[in-house]
């Protein structure tokens, strides 16, 4: 089992875990955009945001690489926007006068390029990588950097996600006809769409005990069609299945289940199917992107911080709240019935399921224990 003793965290909701949890177990839906103001610490959007993360633990971090060395620490994080916004604005501006910007780089587009930033900013050798599978990518970024430790390959990892907005994306998704003119509304009859939204959130692994447990990882592939989810939801309920059995847990020893919830038209559909066949109709969850938006690539890690922050009873959670559903209350008479967490609810098991899945039908299940 891998545990998780540090963990930084950013959306629009707010940077770093005290500003997160009060807004997140408030249920505050905060106008879905661009986070505040970032450091200066890199040429891309999405590096500043990825430098603000590991530097807010960066005593954590810094005490790793004294006992491991830097070259044991692997990097392994999430992304599908990388640096597209400032190669948006650099061929913006060539079109217009025929010179490329100065500081611009082809580089700060790569997938690749958060792990070599995060690599050079923290000063560590080890593995560093970027997983890239869409809106699982960060949540499958636990698996991977798992396996490097697991495998003797590193002693412990620096793991998540981060995606800043950019017009490829919000074009994209518009072409899709998946993105709502108003705020998400998972699960509702009314639903019509994700909104996008940017965020973060980084983790310290390592096997040696201490905090919140990564105690379970699922991982699955449909490959049902390029866009939508098998509607049945098979992949979701296999990788839901897989993340418990790996964790050596029943269904019912979970307390909370943190839902990918677009509010898209299928896949809310397949989504509720899979967990009503696991779970019955009587466990709390909720779709947090209600509050964040659809944070894409970073969807993953952003969604395990709040479960991290669920778990902590003890500093960010002592009334052990869940983070509210927050949608018109019309719920899709189609769609298995779900209970949606509500401001009143509380955890009462100490262990979370949270939801990635993908274009391709790329899915990865987590689940998180206290």
């Known amino acids: 089992m891998m545990h998780l003793p540090a963990m930084a965290v950013a959306s629009s909701l707010g940077t770093g875990k005290r500003a997160t949890a009060e807004a997140l177990f408030a249920g505050r839906r905060v106008p879905i955009g661009k986070i505040g103001s970032l450091p200066e610490a890199a040429a891309s959007r999405n590096n500043r945001l990825l430098a603000a993360l590991l530097d807010e633990i960066a005593a954590e971090i810094g005490q790793a690489k004294a006992r491991y060395g830097a070259h044991r620490i692997a990097i392994v994080l999430g992304t599908s926007t990388s640096g597209i916004a400032e190669g948006e604005a650099a061929i913006a501006q060539r079109l217009e006068t025929g010179i490329w910007p100065g500081a611009y780089r082809y580089s700060l587009q790569e997938l690749g390029d958060p792990a070599a930033f995060a690599a050079a900013h923290l000063g560590l050798t080890g593995p560093a990588y970027v997983v890239a599978t869409a809106c699982s990518s960060s949540a499958k970024a636990f698996a991977s950097a798992r396996r490097l430790i697991r495998q003797g390959l590193a002693d412990a990892a620096i793991v998540g996600g ?3 907005l950019c017009g490829l994306t919000l074009a994209g998704f518009g072409a899709l006809e998946a993105r709502s003119a108003t705020p998400c ?7 019509d769409g994700i909104t996008i939204g940017e965020g973060g959130a980084v983790f310290l692994m390592t096997p040696e005990p201490g905090g919140v447990a990564l105690a379970g990882i699922g991982e699955t592939s449909d490959a049902h069609h390029l866009s939508a989810p098998e509607p049945n939801g098979a992949g979701a309920l296999a990788a839901m299945q897989a993340a418990l059995d790996d964790a050596g847990l029943p269904p019912d020893a979970i307390g909370y289940v943190n839902l990918h919830g677009t509010a898209t038209p299928l896949n809310d559909a397949m989504e509720s199917k899979a967990v009503h ?3 019955g109709g009587g466990l709390p969850c909720s779709s947090t992107k209600a509050m964040t938006g659809h944070t894409l690539g970073a969807a993953g890690a952003v969604e395990a911080a709040f479960a991290w922050l669920t778990l902590s009873a003890g500093s ?3 009334d052990r709240r869940l983070p509210p559903h927050l949608w018109d209350g019309q719920p899709d008479p189609a769609l298995p019935p779900l209970t949606f967490a509500t401001r009143d609810h509380r955890l009462e098991k ?7 899945f993908a274009f391709g039908g790329s899915n990865c299940a987590l689940v998180l224990t206290a």
């Open 162 to 164: 981060v995606d800043t």
């Open 185 to 191: 509304n998972p699960f509702s009859v009314n639903r």
């Open 277 to 279: 066949i696991l779970f």
């Open 316 to 318: 960010w959670n002592p």
């Open 350 to 356: 100490p262990a979370i399921l949270s939801n990635s």
